[in-house]
């Protein structure tokens, strides 16, 4: 088991970010979804916790057949696809990823969104020997993701909103810049197979890692988009949205449910994943094959039936 902490700061507040984060995955799944594979949306409902109190359930299906590097596909069947959980209770969230063709396979993410730079310690109230864990910064301007995935137009480091009037975020911005919000995501990836387990568990962290840079990034490029929009605006487009994304993917419609009871401020629900990144095309290292490695016989060698029948006729 490999726990990390990770904040990203965003300039905007957490109500303007329930509604970016919201509008952010309803499009980019929809723009990276095709037939038969995306993200199927099973069912998105509200739901109600005696601890958290209101909120909404989700469960998504991201069916990746294609989007897994060759190495993979090699061996993973050919209908593929991780199951999400989401139980929102903005602004706190909990998501679980599991795989069937996995099953010591499991990621387990709550998020805490907090108006603050990031500064907040032990917001999870861990006890003290989980405290252990890592904490990374992302930072959305300046952190490197792959090359694949650069947009000009996704630049924060250039991107000025039209609306908003906020960006371009210059060097140190997350010190000096109003209004200013952090998503502190408490990351646990569990991979238990003896002798891959470490490995693995670093190679998907960092895969995490670039998800969460690209789809916060995205969140605050495309605020012209859907800055100005009421919750109810952006619950509307996000149930259309999953609708054409699942017929654009061949699946059957789920059936989605919005609350229309009004709730607190401290209560809203919003989906916790970010969106999903194909993972990269060459195999870990870890993975690889040695070249060098010696070809194993099956068996020793041994005479044919005609040399043992002259063998046996000499003596």
Not at 84 to 89: I, L, T, V
Not at 295 to 307: D, N, V, Y
Request: glycine fraction near 4%.
């Amino acid at each position: 088991m490999l726990v990390k902490e990770y904040r990203i700061c965003m300039p905007l507040t957490i109500e303007e970010y329930r509604i970016g984060q919201l509008y952010t995955i309803s499009k980019h799944s929809h723009q990276e979804s095709d037939k038969g594979e995306g993200v199927e949306v099973i069912e998105n409902k509200p739901h109600e916790d005696p601890v958290h109190g209101h909120g909404q359930f989700t469960e998504k299906r991201v069916h990746l057949s294609s989007k897994l590097p060759s190495w993979a596909r090699m061996v993973v069947p050919r209908i593929f696809y991780i199951s999400e959980k989401a139980w929102n209770y903005y602004p706190y969230t909990i998501t679980e990823y599991t795989c069937s063709f996995l099953p010591k396979f499991s990621i387990h993410i709550e998020t805490r969104y907090a108006d603050n730079c990031g500064n907040t310690e032990n917001i999870f109230n861990c006890d003290l020997a989980e405290r252990e864990h890592e904490v990374a910064f992302l930072d959305i301007a300046y952190d490197e993701i792959p090359e694949r995935y650069y947009t000009s137009s996704e630049d924060l480091r250039y991107f000025c909103s039209m609306k908003m009037g906020r960006g371009p975020l210059r060097e140190g911005w997350r010190e000096h810049t109003h209004p200013i919000m952090c998503s502190y995501k408490l990351v646990t990836v569990k991979f238990e197979v003896w002798g891959l387990q470490t490995r693995v568990e670093q190679f998907v962290h960092k895969v995490i890692r670039d998800i969460l840079l690209i789809g916060h990034r995205q969140a605050f490029a495309w605020v012209d988009e859907w800055c100005g929009m009421t919750i109810d605006e952006v619950r509307q487009y996000e149930k259309e949205t999953q609708e054409a994304t699942n017929e654009k993917i061949g699946m059957v419609m789920p059936t989605i449910s919005i609350s229309t009871v009004d709730q607190p401020s401290a209560t809203h629900s919003a989906p916790a994943s970010a969106p999903s990144t194909p993972l990269s095309g060459d195999p870990p290292d870890f993975l690889n094959i040695p070249k060098d490695r010696p070809r194993k016989k099956s068996a020793p060698e041994m005479l044919t039936l005609p040399e043992l029948r002259e063998r046996g006729n000499a003596e």
